[in-house]
Structures are given as C-alpha cells and as structure tokens.
C-alpha cells in the first residue's frame, strides 16, 4: 500500500448551491458562505464546512452539531432545527441530501466518469476485478471501489468500506477524475443502497450476480434486502443492468425490469435461459474455457462460480460497448483475487484454500467447488461475525456438517459477542459431529495437521482481512498466513518441503 498522503482540497462552494440542490423544508435567514468541505463526522469538521446531521445506530449527528459550530462548521443540514446560531437547512432525510449535496459539491462526477457497478450477495469482489481490468484492457484507465482495495490513479488504498458514505465516495470518485482516471469499477453493497450513498451515481452498467441471505440484521427481511438491491436499477435515472438469471432473485429482477426499464438489460447465466451463456463449457483445475457471446473466453478462476462471475463481466462489457478481443483479454489477466478461492501452496499434497465465504450460500458454493479440488476428504475451517445477522448462523452450520467430511466451527471477528455463542448458534444447525475450537489459529493448524494427499482445506470467513475483531480490539489475523505458517511447522515449505 501507498504511504500517507497530502489531503486534497476542492474549490468552494457557495451555501446558496447547495440549498436549490437540496431544496429545504426551511431555511433560516443567511448570509451565503463559502461551504469549504461537507463533513458527516464532527471530529473531522474545519472552519467552512457544511456539517450534515446524520442520525445512526449508535449515535445522532444533532448531539455533536454544537462541537461541530465549535469548530468552525459554516452551516448545519439538520432534520429538526437547533438553538445554534448558524445557517440551518432542514430536510427530510440527512442522508439523502448528504448524496445530493456531495454530488453538487465535487461536480457531479460520475457525468464524466464511466461507472460499471456489481451488486449482490455472492460474487462482487471478483466481478469488480474483472470489470476492472476489461476496462483497463480497452483503454479506458479505470478505478476501483471494492472491499479488498480501492484504486485511484493507478495507486492502491486499503478499503476501510465497501462502499463509503457520499460524501467520501463523491469526494473519490473526484479525485479518479483528476488522477486521470476515465473510468471505475465499483462494488455496490446494499448498504450503500439503504443508506443513499449510492443514490447519485451514475451507473453505465451494473451487474446484478445473486441474492441470498445475509446482512438481515439492517434489512430486516430478504424481501427489503430485495428492495435494497433493487432500487439501484429503478431510480430516477434507469441503470444499464446485467442480470443472472440463474438467480431466482435475479430472474424476478429481470422479469421486473423487462416490464418497465428504460435502459439496456442483458441476461446472463449458466443456464439456456441467458443471453449470455457458456457454449463448450469445460472446468478443471487449471479453471475453465467457453464461449460466451460468441467470444471465446478462457480464465485461470477455478469453480463453476467464477463461470457465473465471468458471464456477468461479460454481459457489462457488452453494455459498456467494449470490443470482444478486449474484454476476452481482461478476462484472461485475473488470475486471482486476494482471499476469494485462494490457494495457500508450500509443497504440501493436499489444498489449502482461503475464501471469503461467510454466508450459507457462499459456503455452500465454496465447498462444491473445493470438492472438485481432490479425491480426498474436505475439511472446514469457519465461524461467524458478532453483531450481525443472526439468523444465517445455524444455516452456515448445517452446510458445513453436510458438505465437509470434518468441519472444525471456530470465531470470525466475535466483535462484541461472546465467541462461545455464537459457536452455540451455529451449532444449532450443525449439530453433533463437528469439532469445536473457539482459537482460530489453533483451528487452522488442526485442519491442517489433519490433512492428508488429496485432502482439500477450506478456511473460510475472512478471507482477505489482515485482523480479527473481538471485545473492541483488532489483533492482526490473516488466514492465509497463519495457514502458510502451519505448513511450515509440519514440514512444508522452503528448505523442509518433503
């Protein structure tokens, strides 16, 4: 990763812009500042700034307005008016005008930059990646804004969120643009849905890979996490869309679209049904080969899900108007993803495979494609998060008991839960028959050291996180390492491979 770098800063703003941008309920009388920075977090808050009150889960933005007139903030958008002296702009919803606002402010920059979007449950990590580097392969010098990593100018950051809130993803999606950046691949989580920060970006095709239970713990229901999802397509501007018909989720959306969409939609799938399918289809370990589209593709991602990931790239390249060589060459530069079906190799003769798979389903997947991997028996390594939904829990545990010949239940990032209940609720589903090792690094060494030739190891949850969360704290944690030093502790690797 890049080292730190010199803040950016963004001409000004008249306040005056912004309120016919916002079109308050009321509005104090006022002089019109200068609005230097919008700002959602107090702490962050500098003399010309416009302070947006955001409520949260754990805490309202009206409560810390005070220290935020304290330090210099200009003007408040605030959803009840305060006894604080400055201009006030009263809305209905901070949020939404939060995504308004900071589209107006850094000058509405998805008009320029071309936005090729994934959305879903399952697989938008490794579709982003390979959008990304389809558009890099037609010319087109793009960005990126996912959960591994963001990329601007060509330089990396760590992605401390998949998708930021408006303010910070306008203000990066800026930066692309004067970076050189023409275009960007960006994962669009439902979060960023329910939450608006998604609400003024421009999408010139989005993928739409799969629905499955996960994240209930903010929708509450699948069908609002549906909804979630959906919204992305049907505002007011109609999004390009590319859609899995593969997917029953996904199928309903097309269906819904095709009814009254406004803008080009391309099905895609491993079945008859899409307009994008594999024609020849073969997979093996070396990963799989098809056409698609009349283009022949071949790619180094292993499992009949990167298939689908594939199609669904393909299917945006098409909508975006990319040349079959380009996209067929973009496709064939991935030839991983950090901490999604990630080998983990010293030598030794079984697999040890790291995925980021922390829901019923994507285990599910996960461990069909391992079970291609090798004649032997497969072992699971997984656990799930603290704090969120809990009801995927038991269902993670009853795929991991059925899929696995020895499945070893452990902590994920236990956050602010005991890890010994959530084991307790994942054992409602797994039931007896499974080990239970509440240490993560223990478990991982137990896996391996149970391996034998032609074994297959999954450890699953994390993926490529570098830290593990617990009571508040984050100790450095990384799967694939810890899995790379218990090989070497039995003997695999360097100067001791057997």
Not at 61 to 76: N, P, S
Not at 78 to 102: C, H, K, N
């Amino acid at each position: 990763m890049a080292g730190a770098r010199a803040p950016v800063h963004f001409p000004p703003v008249e306040l005056d812009a912004l309120i016919r941008a916002l079109a308050p309920s009321e509005t104090a009388a006022h002089p019109n500042p200068e609005i230097t920075g919008l700002v959602h977090d107090a702490r962050q808050v500098t003399p010309g700034s416009l302070f947006f009150c955001v409520p949260g889960q754990h805490a309202d933005g009206h409560e810390f307005a005070a220290q935020a007139v304290a330090a210099g903030a200009a003007a408040l958008v605030v959803e009840r008016a305060l006894d604080l002296t400055v201009p006030q702009l009263v809305v209905e919803d901070s949020r939404v005008a939060m995504a308004i606002a900071a589209d107006v402010f850094f000058g509405e920059p998805t008009r320029t930059l071309e936005v090729a979007g994934v959305t879903g449950t399952i697989g938008k990590t490794t579709t982003a990646y390979l959008l990304r580097s389809i558009l890099e392969a037609s010319g087109r010098r793009p960005g990126l804004v996912g959960t591994v990593d963001w990329i601007v100018g060509g330089e990396r950051r760590a992605a401390p969120h998949t998708t930021p809130e408006a303010i910070d993803l306008q203000r990066l999606f800026r930066s692309m643009l004067d970076a050189g950046d023409r275009s960007v691949a960006i994962e669009a989580s439902s979060h960023g849905a329910a939450l608006h920060r998604l609400d003024r970006v421009r999408f010139d095709a989005l993928v739409f890979t799969n629905l499955s239970q996960d994240h209930l713990d903010l929708h509450g229901t699948m069908e609002d996490y549906y909804q979630a999802k959906r919204r992305l397509f049907t505002g007011a501007q109609a999004t390009p869309a590319a859609v899995n018909v593969g997917d029953a989720h996904a199928r309903r959306l097309a269906l819904e679209l095709a009814e009254t969409h406004r803008a080009p939609l391309v099905t895609f799938g491993v079945t008859a049904a899409a307009e994008v399918r594999p024609e020849g289809l073969v997979i093996d370990a070396s990963g799989s080969r098809f056409t698609a589209a009349g283009i022949p593709i071949a790619t180094s991602l292993r499992g009949r899900f990167n298939v689908e990931n594939v199609l669904g790239a393909v299917a945006a390249g098409l909508l975006l108007d990319i040349e079959d060589d380009e996209i067929a060459e973009g496709i064939r530069r991935v030839t991983g993803v950090a901490g999604r079906f990630e080998a983990v190799d010293e030598g030794q003769p079984f697999a040890v495979i790291v995925d980021y798979a922390h829901t019923p389903d994507s285990l599910d997947v996960v461990l069909q494609a391992a079970r291609g991997l090798g004649d032997g028996k497969l072992i699971c390594v997984f656990g799930a998060g603290g704090d969120r939904d809990r009801g995927k829990r038991p269902l993670m545990g009853v795929v991991a008991k059925e899929r696995s010949d020895l499945a070893i239940v452990t902590s994920d990032n236990p956050r602010s839960e005991e890890p010994l209940a959530i084991i307790q609720d994942i054992l409602q589903g797994a039931g007896t028959g499974v080990e239970i090792d509440p240490d993560r690094r223990s478990a991982i060494r137990r896996a391996i050291g149970a391996a034998g030739a032609g074994d297959i190891v999954v450890i699953a949850g994390k993926g490529h996180e570098q830290g593990q969360e617990s009571g508040g704290v984050v100790t450095p944690f990384d799967d694939r390492e810890v899995a790379r030093e218990a090989l070497l502790e039995i003997g695999w690797g360097g100067d001791l491979r057997g």
